[in-house]
């Protein structure tokens, strides 16, 4: 069984400027939402500690205090704008998730995805590049101007060995604590060795079922 | 004889012989006394430290220093005697209060006489030796004529640790040593671009000079003559190759330099170290008076500046240029430093006959007045070296002014009235204006710099003295921000030069669309959200009307992040055009490179940050390297000059001095911001706590001007860290080593890594990318990559291609752009379809089909499948694109009609059609519509090759005839096998009777009978794969490495 702990789970969080990878960070950390943030240069960065469900906490059972354990994340906030790229091998050094966003309005951010997963496998250089934990939102489902089909973004994630996809607002706070909940999971089975990523092979994989789960502020995700 | 001062020890083996209040004349010991032990000792000390110093000697010395410097010698004491008297004679020094301006004055007159009575020996061209030179390079290297050697020396390069004297030849392009010794011979040539370290070891017997290239060789040398200078010299080359690549601009000569008539030149070098010499001063020049960057330095002397508000006399260096006259006294105790623009000049002259001593060879300079009532304010310049010289220069440079002047851009005065003519703050107040505190702080402040204009003028041309500086680093008022801004940054100088080009800028802008302008939009209300004025269309429009002007005036930057957060706080201090200018500054001269489309520059300067914590705070470095944190810490910081990471408030005076004093401020204040942090980061146990730790502290910064006023991040209320103020002057008094000098050294070192890893990253991009078109092995690609990359770095060089804007998206193989001449290089070498006669015109065709964009070149990608098509994939895909390449429109209608064969084999056909495709280039409107269209039919069947079943147009008669050459010069040049040209023969008479059976039987399905002749690409491949001899000779899989070998053994 993992014996293996860590205390800090690194998340990177990527995607085409102003999709609102800032304010997801922020509603997701300090429950809060403002249109006065600045443009991100270089990478931000957050820490919050999260409790996670039992199945993993029992797996960490060679920790000394009883109980389920805090985990502390750190999230990375990077820059959006396309020539700050060449920075990310500093960056992502050491993550245990990559989050993708996109602006549900914007076509073209969601055409980038492509780019940005690319760019992360090629600098971060996971040893398992192919099941590197990636969890996808489409984020500012809240404006009405919508131009990417939930059907759209689950075909592409259903292309990339199912990576979980979820709808967000950061404004309205939509589905943002259970899509963080699903990063930090499997950041955590990242983490954790072969044998623990094994138990939740269901959690990565999205079940092709769920398409018809529609409602934009209903629970997408797979899991 | 005269010579230069230069500091001496008054050591025991001189005897004074005369003595006066600041001079000593001194006789060497045991001269000239016969075989005394004093005089064999002296001998040996002599001998041992290669001095031969004359016998007589006169110092210079003032009674409260202990310092000496030797200002003349002699080898007679006649000789000496001669100068003793004159400086009794001539040189009263009793006028001066204090000992520093003796020696100041003394300095200046010795070193005029020196420069009179020296002998002006000149050579008007390369010296002969220098020729030699030049030959020997050019032939013991084979390279090509127009790289310039630049300069030779002689050291030894060492083989392990066997030292192999010969010479090193550095050119433009390439370093290069050759030895010859005992049968051995060594010969190396690395170029410029590939070097990715550049290191000197300053050891005990002799100096060694690294250098490490890409491909992980290192090469030493040692033993040099004069290994610094070789050393900065490749220092300079090596940094001149990685701006080419940052920046896509290559070296060119300085042909006005060939014009230039400078007496104080030495023509003893080649012209290129001249000119690579003179650039570097004229860097080092605009750096020091912050000059706009085409400014080029025309001399450089000595002289005193007496002061006319203080009437104190400085020494100090006199510079002229092309547009300005600055003088820098650079003494630490009481520096001085004053910009003149040539344009505010109204009168040079003379002052003579005055009997005052300080007024020897003294020029007065008179500036225009600039209002009716004031006093013009004047300049006197005195004891200036080769005063008529000067004289003459400068009166050349202010009448060429005026003939510039007279073509000067005139501007559209058309005054958008959109435009915002004040400052933003004034109309949007914020609550700290109002406040009588602030208001009483404000108004101190402005009377203390009052009083500093009283004593040293407020115009461009200000003393800039240090008590400059303590103003600056107390903050700079409000009211005079925008005013200083300028005229510190030197963004005053491109602003007066370019009247209304803002404007004409921002009507520009404003009818275009481009990517920039969306990324701008997006960014417009990220700037300064918490100011009111970006929360109104009055800021945002400002704003955008700022970067949008800069993106169209700056094309190759665009618009980078972290512009909208500096544009947004200069307007809420300037007008718009005002800022515009600031901006400009910034981006091109005070931060060069950092918002280029790899934001490179600040990349370097990260590195050049680590440098400095190691080196001033090592027990810092040790923790953030524990924390895996080195380079990463002060991006933002650099990018924004904190603006983005402290409130603005607190942030706009490091902004004040950082225009006063330049790059390194942000050096100095992150240095101090660490070094304040010591403890806090000591206790971190990992990066994020450590970044975030940084990030409290930062938010926490205050201004003590707003003492009441609380500190909010994202609507919290968050504690004080330390006043700006505080973190300033720490940063100043602890960091004052780091100066500007010692940052452009760091900068260009790192540079190098910084170019290099950009472009390893991209290499393995590419050949990733392109590894999935199975065309080639990665191996292949890495070298295909390295033979282009170094041949296009030389015809960048030749011919001139237009730099790619930074804001269209590329693909990273898109960089390199393959011309015609190279692809055919090329193809000839790997192909097999390419070793005939008839090459050139297959060539063309391949060349047309794969320049998708149709610009005359082939990215790297185009190049590649063109390639692979026609020499790694099976035989198959390799016939039909022999057959494709015969297709309408690639074989034009016109070479078909030649109906005599004999001249459509010859050169000068090929040539012609070469010829032909390249002029219609020019105009592409020649190919007519429906050709464009079935060019672009061929184009989309090349690219999708593998992935669809394709369909191929048929082929017509004649077209077919082509083809059938083609096959004969392919087989016939390259094997006389006669059993071979009878099967072609065999299958095109085969094939001739398939096309009339397909005529026929089109004409019967379809009922007509005006079919023509055809055959289709499935029938000619499978007939022609029935040859095996040409199967075998088409299929030969191309050895890549083995070619690119063997071509660059011809070009090397």
Sequence with gaps: MATRKKVLLKVIILGDSSVGKTSLMNQYVNKKFTNQYKATIGADFLTKEVMVDDRIVTMQVSKPAPGPNPLCASIWDTAGQERFQSLGVAFYRGADCCVLVFDVTSPGSFKSLDGWRDEFLIQASPSDPDHFPFVVLGNKVDLDNRAVSTKRAQQWCQSKNGLPYFETSAKEAVNVEQAFKTIARNALAQESDVELYNEFPDQIKLDGGSSDNRSSGGDNCAC | ?1052
């Design chain 2, 1 to 1052: 004889m005269w010579v230069n001062p230069k500091e001496v020890y008054a050591n025991t083996l001189w005897h004074n012989e005369k003595l006066s209040v600041y001079f000593l004349l001194q006789h060497r010991v045991g001269h000239g006394q016969g075989n005394k032990l004093s005089s064999l000792l002296v001998g040996t000390f002599d001998s041992l430290f290669e001095t031969k110093p004359s016998p007589y000697r006169i110092l210079h010395q003032t009674p409260k220093s202990e310092k000496c410097y030797e200002i003349a010698c002699a080898l007679t004491e006649s000789d000496i005697l001669k100068d003793w008297e004159w400086l009794e004679n001539n040189l009263d020094l009793k006028i001066f209060e204090n000992e520093d301006d003796v020696t100041d004055f003394v300095f200046c007159k010795i070193k005029s006489l020196v420069a009179t009575n020296a002998s002006e020996t000149l050579d008007e061209e390369n010296s002969e030796s220098f020729k030699d030179a030049t030959i020997k390079f050019h032939r013991l290297f084979n390279i090509s004529r127009d790289t310039n050697l630049v300069c030779y020396y002689s050291c030894s390069y060492l083989k392990n640790i066997v030292p192999h004297q010969g010479w090193l030849y550095l050119s433009v392009d390439y370093l290069c040593f050759y030895s010859y010794l005992l049968g051995i011979e060594y010969k190396i040539v690395v170029r410029w671009t590939d070097v990715i370290n550049l290191d000197k070891n300053t050891g005990v017997l002799t100096d060694t000079i690294k250098v490490i290239t890409r491909d992980k060789r290192e090469y030493r040398f040692c033993m040099f003559l004069h290994s610094s200078e070789a050393f900065d010299l490749m220092k300079q080359l090596v940094n001149i190759a990685m701006k080419g690549i940052i920046n896509d601009r290559w070296f060119n000569k300085d042909h006005d330099l060939l014009l230039k008539a400078n007496k104080y030149v030495s023509k003893k070098q080649s012209f290129m170290k001249r000119d690579l010499d003179a650039r570097a001063m004229s860097e080092s020049y605009r750096l020091l008076f912050r000059l706009p960057l085409n400014e080029k330095l025309n001399g450089i002397t000595n002289a005193l500046l007496i002061n006319m508000y203080t009437k104190k006399s400085v020494f100090g260096q006199l510079y002229l240029s092309q547009n300005f006259l600055c003088f820098n006294s650079s003494k630490t105790k009481d520096p001085l430093n004053v910009v003149i623009p040539l344009c505010d000049v109204s009168q040079v002259e003379k002052i003579e006959h005055n009997k005052d001593m300080s007024f020897d060879n003294a020029v007065i300079i008179t500036l225009k007045q600039t209002s009716a009532n004031e006093k013009p304010s004047f300049f006197i310049f005195s004891q200036i070296l080769k005063r008529d010289f000067f004289l003459k220069n400068i009166s050349d440079l202010l009448g060429s002014l005026e003939t510039r002047s007279s073509f000067k851009f005139q501007g559209t005065d058309s005054i958008s009235d959109k435009e915002i003519k004040q400052p933003l703050r004034f109309i949007f107040g914020t609550k700290d204006q109002d406040n009588s505190i602030i208001k009483i702080k404000q108004r101190t402040k402005e009377v203390k710099w009052e009083l500093y204009f009283n004593d040293h003028g407020d115009s461009i041309s200000m003393y800039k003295t240090k008590e400059l500086v303590k103003l600056v680093l107390d903050g700079i008022p409000e009211s005079l921000r925008s005013n200083l801004w300028l005229k510190f940054s030197g963004a005053y100088h491109d602003m007066v030069a370019n009247p209304g080009l803002y404007n004409e800028l921002v009507n520009i802008a404003s009818t275009t669309k481009s990517i920039s302008h969306d990324e701008i939009e997006r960014d417009l209300h990220r700037s300064l959200p918490e100011h009111p004025a970006f929360q109104s269309e009055i800021g945002i429009n400002a704003l955008r009307r700022v970067l949008t002007a800069y993106a169209t005036k700056n094309p190759q930057i665009g618009y980078c992040q972290a512009m909208n957060i500096i544009a947004s706080v200069l307007l809420i201090y300037c007008t718009e055009e005002e800022a515009f200018w600031l901006l400009a500054c910034i981006c091109e001269n005070m931060l060069p490179d950092y918002y280029n489309n790899k934001v490179v520059g600040a990349l370097v300067d990260q590195r050049v940050m680590d440098n400095l914590i190691a080196n001033n705070l090592p027990f810092i470095y040790d923790i953030l390297s524990r924390l895996g944190l080195i380079q990463m810490i002060s991006l933002s910081w650099f990018l924004t000059i904190f603006l983005s990471v402290m409130n603005y408030q607190s942030a706009i005076h490091i902004v004040d001095w950082f225009f006063f004093d330049g790059a390194k401020v942000i050096f100095q204040v992150a240095l101090s911001i660490l070094e304040m942090n010591h403890k806090r980061l000591a206790c971190c146990r990992d990066d994020g706590e450590a970044m975030q730790t940084l990030c409290n502290y930062l938010s926490g910064i205050y201004n003590e001007e707003f003492e009441q006023s609380d500190l909010y991040k994202d609507g919290d209320k968050i504690d004080r860290s330390v006043s700006v103020q505080e973190l300033i002057n720490n940063g100043y008094t602890k960091f004052k080593s780091v100066n500007s000098k010692m940052i452009e050294n760091l900068r260009v070192m790192n540079r190098l890594k910084v170019v290099q890893s950009l472009e390893d990253g991209n290499e393995k991009n590419i050949v990733r990318l392109l590894h999935l078109d199975n065309y080639f092995s990665s191996n292949e690609l890495m070298d295909l990559l390295k033979f282009v990359r170094e041949e296009v770095v030389s015809v960048h060089k030749r011919t001139h291609v237009q730099p790619l804007k930074a804001e269209t998206p590329m693909e990273p193989y898109e960089s390199y752009r393959i011309d015609f001449h190279l692809f055919e290089t090329m193809f000839t070498a790997i192909s097999p379809l390419a070793k005939n006669s008839g090459t050139n015109n297959l060539s063309v065709r391949l060349f047309k089909l794969m320049d998708m964009n149709d610009d005359g070149f082939l990215n790297f990608r185009e190049l590649t499948i063109a390639l692979g098509l026609t020499s790694t994939v099976d035989v198959t895909t390799r016939l039909k694109i022999l057959y494709l390449l015969h297709l309408s429109p690639l074989l034009s209608n016109d070479s078909l009609s030649s109906t005599d064969p004999n001249i459509s084999e010859s050169g000068a056909e090929y040539a012609s059609d070469a010829a032909e495709y390249f002029n219609t280039n020019i105009s592409s409107d020649i190919i007519c519509e429906s050709n464009l269209n079935d060019l672009q039919t061929l184009r989309s069947i090349t690219t999708n090759w593998k992935k669809s079943s394709i369909c191929l147009p048929i082929m017509s008669e004649d077209r077919f005839i082509e083809l059938c050459k083609t096959m004969y010069d392919l087989i016939g040049n390259s094997t006389i096998d006669q059993e071979i040209l009878n099967n072609i023969s065999k299958i095109s008479t085969n094939l001739l009777e398939l096309g009339n059976l397909n005529k026929e039987e089109s004409n019967k399905s379809e009922n007509r009978n005006d079919s023509e002749w055809f055959i289709n690409a499935e029938q000619f491949v499978a007939t022609a794969l029935t040859v095996q001899k040409l199967v075998e000779f088409i299929g030969a899989r191309g050895n890549v490495l083995k070619a690119l070998q063997e071509l660059r053994n011809i070009y090397m």
